[in-house]
């Protein structure tokens, strides 16, 4: 019997990163971590910083998403993510960069630091970085 499969879709701005039929899909939820089957109950939840996790065919591939919207409806999954880099584009040297720049901003606790905007690319620099691990 042949394996159900869903269509996922990871947009940004400027392209289309991922498009095909897969398995599973796995993403950071701002309420939590999610998976997502074929067949799966229609939902929207807003996306952090993180590793979108895809299985097909047996095999996993992971993408890094700084942050979106995540909608299934019909057995299609559809990222919108503000940016979305394949481990294979990920510059590794530059992501560790930026996290030690995001943990030194935070570790200053200086009074013209924005604290958000340093713990959002310190969580971007993560989820690059957990990304390009998993190639």
């Not at 996790?53 to 299609?76: C, H, N, P």
């Not at 930026?98 to 901003?105: G, H, L, M, N, T």
């Not at 690319?121 to 690059?128: C, D, G, K, V």
């Amino acid at each position: 019997m042949a394996e159900k499969t869903q269509m996922l879709s990871i947009v940004t701005p400027q392209r289309v990163v991922y498009g095909d039929e897969v398995r599973f899909v796995s993403a950071r939820g701002v309420d939590g971590d999610l998976g997502v089957l074929p067949e799966h109950t229609p939902l929207i939840t807003g996306l952090k910083p993180g590793v979108v996790r895809i299985q097909k065919d047996g095999k996993w591939t992971s993408y890094a998403v700084a942050g979106g919207f995540l909608e299934v409806r019909d057995s299609r999954v559809v990222i919108l993510a503000n940016a979305a880099e394949s481990p294979d584009l990920i510059d590794v040297k530059r992501a560790e960069a930026a996290k030690q720049r995001a943990e030194e901003r935070l570790a200053s606790k200086a009074a013209d630091i924005d604290l958000m905007r340093a713990k959002a690319a310190l969580m971007r620099a993560l989820a690059r970085l957990d990304a390009a691990q998993s190639k």
